[in-house]
Antibody
Framework: QLQLQESGPGLVKPSETLSLTCTVS??????????WGWLRQPPGKGLEWIGS???????FYNPSLKSRVTMSVDTSRNQFSLRVSSVTAADTAVYYC?????????????WGQGTLVTVSS | QTVVTQEPSFSVSPGGTVTLTCGLS?????????PSWYQQTPGQAPRTLIY???TRSSGVPDRFSGSILGNKAALTITGAQADDESDYYC??????????FGGGTQLTVL
């Protein structure tokens, strides 16, 4: 059974860079059938797709975040990562990673449990 | 900018039927957007219910169904149960690798 687990600092200072890693277990991140996504949810608000990456490093980013977001993949560790630069309080959210099915099966499944990142000095 | 619209809140009586919708600020939702639906309870990660408009994800009860109704995607819960009280989110695939989520519907069962 595939599982995903987010990890990283829970507190980031304004203007600094948020960095998170998602570790995939129970399956290989190197499958060509999937992308691997990052999503977030500010407290009390809805879900927002941040971006997705595949095993070869091909990426898609949310246009509204594209200038500040970088995603990378480490197939040897079965991990993928997210960096968001120049963070503000508006980046405070629970960050989720998820497997993304593409084409006719398009969806995010399963999801990690999520990790809360607070931007504050 | 594309906005995906959902009803902010809805209520249903236990045993009743409710249909939540997912629309576009401009244009119609079709199967080509591969609508997907997610259920989320407080403090939990979202759970995938429906994908590709109407395909139930593994383990999802058949009281959940998806469709296109008019110009919107729809999630229908037939025979609502107390533990269906959750937030429900739809997502649409816009092409070029981009997905957009709706603002979510808070469903109350009472």
């Amino acid at each position: 059974q595939l599982q995903l687990q987010e990890s990283g600092p829970g507190l980031v200072k304004p203007s600094e860079t948020l960095s998170l890693t998602c570790t995939v277990s129970g399956g290989s991140i190197s499958s060509s059938s999937y992308y691997w996504g990052w999503l977030r949810q500010p407290p009390g608000k809805g879900l927002e797709w941040i971006g997705s990456i595949n095993y070869s490093g091909s990426t898609f980013y949310n246009p509204s975040l594209k200038s500040r977001v970088t995603m990378s993949v480490d197939t040897s560790r079965n991990q993928f990562s997210l960096r968001v630069s120049s963070v503000t309080a508006a980046d405070t959210a629970v960050y989720y990673c998820a497997r993304e099915y593409t084409s006719s099966s398009q969806r995010f499944e399963p999801w990690g449990q999520g990790t809360l990142v607070t931007v504050s000095s | 900018q594309t906005v995906v619209t959902q009803e902010p809140s809805f209520s249903v009586s236990p045993g009743g039927t409710v249909t939540l919708t997912c629309g576009l600020s401009s244009g119609s939702v079709s199967t080509s957007y591969y609508p997907s639906w997610y259920q989320q309870t407080p403090g939990q990660a979202p759970r995938t219910l429906i994908y590709s408009t109407s395909t139930r994800s593994s383990g999802v009860p058949d009281r959940f169904s998806g469709s296109i109704l008019g110009n919107k995607a729809a999630l229908t819960i037939t025979g609502a149960q107390a533990d269906d009280e959750s937030d429900y989110y739809c997502a649409l695939y816009m092409g070029s690798g981009i997905s957009v989520f709706g603002g979510g519907t808070q469903l109350t069962v009472l």
